[in-house]
């Protein structure tokens, strides 16, 4: 009798969650692929296999649930789409292909759940063409994009398990450099919106009704996939990026218009019930920050969004001010009493150093598999429970992968909980291998296109784990953000974790946000390094004398920059480290280091100010011009 190992992957994953246009779109194309996989795993589990990854220890946890939490307030468990089942004590009877066929069966018959509401929801609303062909319906495009990979190995004693494992991986790897060519059956019709790939199976002319609820623009082409990924749950099931990005903004308006004299409640009450008349309530479990929270979109704290406002409701239209006339009206009073949001979110990249090899090395009996199982299973849902407590939205959390949208004020926060989390991860176990977490954070415009935002997110994230070309030892383990201004260009920063860029950050905004440190020193600083010269130049880099001039130069600015109280600002107060005999290129390098940084402390300084009682304006955004409206610009 011998054991068999069995792998199964399950794709594509990372091209099929970030093709979307609305955050609908990336949620619940994470919701399925854990979906399927779940379906996966299930069908192992019933089919007497032992289940190392993921590890399952109650059964309910592989139940099929269609909300973010079950009943009883469990989280549900994040499958990822790469399983590990083992089967003991097994004959050469036993054939793992016919365990690999029921999963994959299994799979298709979730993707056809899914597929089926959706399409009961799209046909609600007449949004789907009557002459689909087959081959490309919701439920039978699955076919065509499934990516199901199983191998399996034996092996006899429990110290062969971890090389028959490997096999089992290596032949997966394998076989994903080859590729299926199917043929083409395409058309002339428009192609899908979020990838150009398969052509739309939408009706030309969309019903308003379904358009508004769906969130379709006029132009707006789904495939099979896209209808899935946007019509498989229900509407208010998905938290929109504005209302994850001015959560605190809105806590802080609550707060502040409750204890203001001058009636400013009144505003958001009315308001309020404004809203509740045209638009559906988002769901209030889909995240545990919304159970008090404002219940609907936030895009209305946005002026120059007033003229796209779609009411939900249809009779909204008969009872209620025309659409364009529902900011002027609602809106405006309360922003008139309080500053203005901080228009800018956060989105989350984190991802475990090296995991694959930490696995393979500490980690070698399938016992000892499943026990990593678990813990990684533990930090996912440890994931969730402090990207919520940071009032975001968890998009995908499976094993050492973690997608998430924030609050610009609590992203770093977030970031450093995270990496210590996954730091601690096996701290107990006997061997206490060192696992660290690269983090790499977008900040950028609410109303950006959201795959723009998700590419610098992976961007920052890449950049976090290698760096520009550094050495070994100087990669991974680290932070980067990338701040894409609007006007301002983008900036970039990376620290690994062991010099605490969460600290080092942390205090640069307390010391804008008090002003401590001078709003403007930045700026000065940047215009000093322009008159500099080029600090890559070969003739200049490595010039002691230069350096010195610009440390003596840096120094100078710092003297008459002084806040308008107290003593004077060293370097040395803000965190700015002046190699006292470095060349023009490596001065130039620290000042310039922290010049970014420092711009990205306003910018989050910035977002914590938002929301002050008795300030109605502030530089965020300009106000509803006609001009403005006009081109929908703000």
Known sequence: MSNIVLVLALGPVQEFIVRARRMRDLWFGSRILSELSRAAARSLQDGGWELIFPAVIDRRDLDRCEDTYRKDGRPLLEVSNKLVAVHRGCGDDLVPDDAAKAARAAVVAEWRHLATRASRHAERYGLLRTNVPSHATPDAVIEDFLEFYAAWSRFDEESEYRSARRMADDSIASRKLLRDFGSWQGSSLPKSSLDGFRETILVRNKPKAGSTRYRLTPNEQLDGIGVVKRMGGMPNQF????????EPWLQRITQGL???AAGGSSSLETLMKACRACFEELDRGAAKWMKEGFPFDAQIFLEGQWPRIEYDKPEAEETHVPPIQFGFKYVAPLLKKVSLPFPYVAC???DGDRIGQLLDENFTTSAEHRECSALLAKFSAQARTTVEAHCGLLIYSGGDDVLAFLPVEHALACADGLRSAFGALFQHLPKKPQSTMSVGIAIAHVLDPLGKILDLAREAEGFAKTGDRLPRNAQRNALCIILDKRSGGTLRVRQQWSQEPAKSLQQLIEGFASGRIPSRLPYNLLSLLERFPDAQDPEH?????WGRILRKAVLEVFVRKRP??????TPDDVGLTLSEYGSLGEVHKQVSHWVDLARIAQDVAAAQRAGA?????NTHE????PAALADGGI
């Open 541 to 545: 880099k490595h010039d002691i004398e």
């Open 564 to 569: 308008d109280s107290a003593k004077s600002v």
């Open 239 to 246: 938290i929109p990026v504005t209302r994850v990005a001015f």
């Open 613 to 617: 009682v008795g300030s109605s304006r």
């Open 348 to 350: 989350l990249v984190a």
């Open 258 to 260: 409750a204890r203001d």
């Open 622 to 625: 300009a106000a509803a011009t």
